[in-house]
């Protein structure tokens, strides 16, 4: 795939122009809507999901907001789960309020906290496959019966486990959101993020959706929903998402992420191996207390593991250390093979202490919420040889315990 790094295209007459323009005839208009190698980005990682359309964009983050741009307004909330990535939390609770919107958090474990905190302006349920950093799992069917229910569309945030574990779609998500910064890419070369539209929901179902199912005053009246089917969401996040906000990726990004989605099956493959081998060693260890990898026997997510990523619950769990915030200290600093990042779904091994870092900014009380105790580190078990992962582990805790 080449890289177009191109910024407009020329029309071949007036009357091109005009359909481009009337979304009549699909084509390239300007690079904040579409680029080739953006658009066959975008196109690959619809395939992986099983989607009908899709977006890339700048970052996990801005994928975010593309996806609630068609669907909210003011005075409008969705609900989501308490234990969604310390920055969408964020997100959610701080940021969006100035557009009028806002989250409630609940605890997705249990079905009818969904279901009790829906209310009329409740316009979509959002959740994480495998969820950051806590290793907890979504159970996708439940939720999305429960979305069902309510006439709203189901979001998934499928970072952490990658097409390649899981297609939420399959599970019953309305649309699908990722972070490419982490395993799509996979090697920490590239910040952006992917929305995956279904096709599925039916947003002309109720008078919920408006910006879909009514004349859109942002693109000259047109009726998005039913007028261009399964492919109405995606036309509205090009036509007025992207052309509006901008959150747009660029081409030089997406040629890396193309790249890096090539060795995606081998790379998950290793990193579920290696990060059930280091699970189980880190288990038995006496300096270690509890692990929240959801392939152990022990996790109370095992089951539905088997269920929502059979082939193996991702790569990313916490652990505690006994010697509390003190020692996860120590062992970071003393960690060589691992590198100390805000990152996860890189190649390589990395560590952090999120109580510190990515969810510094969240109460004591919402941090153990979110699987984010002063006493546990989260890691991102790489694809290295995992001898060589457990000897570094090995020694660093020696440390960090002495
Ligand atoms: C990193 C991350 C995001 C945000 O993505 P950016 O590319 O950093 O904006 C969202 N969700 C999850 C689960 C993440 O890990």
């Known amino acids: 795939m080449p890289i177009y790094q191109t910024t407009a295209y020329v029309f071949r007459d007036a009357d091109h122009a005009a359909k481009l323009f009337n979304l009549q005839e699909v084509g390239y208009i300007y690079s904040r809507l579409t680029n080739p190698t953006v658009s066959a980005l975008a196109n690959r990682v619809v395939a992986l999901e099983g989607g009908a359309g899709g977006i890339a964009c700048s970052s996990g983050h801005a994928a975010q907001i593309m996806a609630l741009f068609p669907i909210m307004a003011p005075g409008r909330n969705i609900v989501a789960s308490t234990k969604l990535y310390g920055g969408t939390i964020q997100q959610f609770s701080n940021t969006i309020r100035k557009f009028g919107w806002s989250a409630k958090f609940v605890d997705f474990d249990d079905p009818k906290e969904i279901e009790k905190a829906i209310d009329a302006d409740t316009r979509a349920i959002f959740c994480e496959t495998i969820c950051n950093p806590g290793g907890a799992l979504s159970d996708l069917p439940a939720i999305a019966r429960v979305a069902d229910m309510a006439g709203l569309p189901l979001i998934v945030d499928n970072t952490t486990a990658s097409p390649y574990l899981c297609r939420p779609i399959e599970h019953g998500a309305t649309l699908v959101v990722h972070s490419a910064t982490k395993y799509l890419t996979g090697n920490g070369t590239v910040t952006g993020g992917i929305m995956v539209d279904s096709g599925k929901f039916n947003w002309s179902a109720s008078d919920k959706f408006p910006s879909l199912s009514q004349p859109e005053p942002a693109y000259h009246g047109l009726v998005f929903h039913p007028t261009l089917g399964n492919m109405a969401f995606t036309f509205h996040s090009i036509a007025i998402g992207l052309r509006d906000l901008g959150m747009t990726m660029n081409p030089q990004g997406a040629h890396y992420t193309l790249m890096g989605i090539e060795t995606l099956g081998l790379r998950m493959q290793r990193h579920v191996e290696n990060a059930q ?19 152990l026997k022990s996790s109370p997510y095992y089951h539905l593991a088997q269920k929502v990523t059979p082939k193996g619950p991702g790569a990313l769990f916490t652990f505690s250390v006994k010697g509390g915030y003190e020692a996860c200290v120590k062992l970071i600093d003393n960690l060589k093979l691992f590198s100390h990042v805000a990152n996860l779904g890189d190649t390589r091994s990395l560590v952090i202490h999120s109580a510190s870092t990515t969810h510094r900014q969240l109460s004591e009380e919402a941090q153990i919420k ?3 105790a002063p006493d546990v580190v989260r890691i991102s078990i790489g694809i290295e040889n995992v001898e060589d992962i457990i000897a570094d582990l090995d020694q660093a805790l020696a440390k960090a315990t002495a």
Do not use: C, F, I, S
């Open 277 to 295: 081998v280091v699970a189980e060693w880190l288990e038995q260890d006496p300096r270690v207390g509890k692990v929240t990898y959801p392939g």
């Open 370 to 372: 979110a699987g984010a």
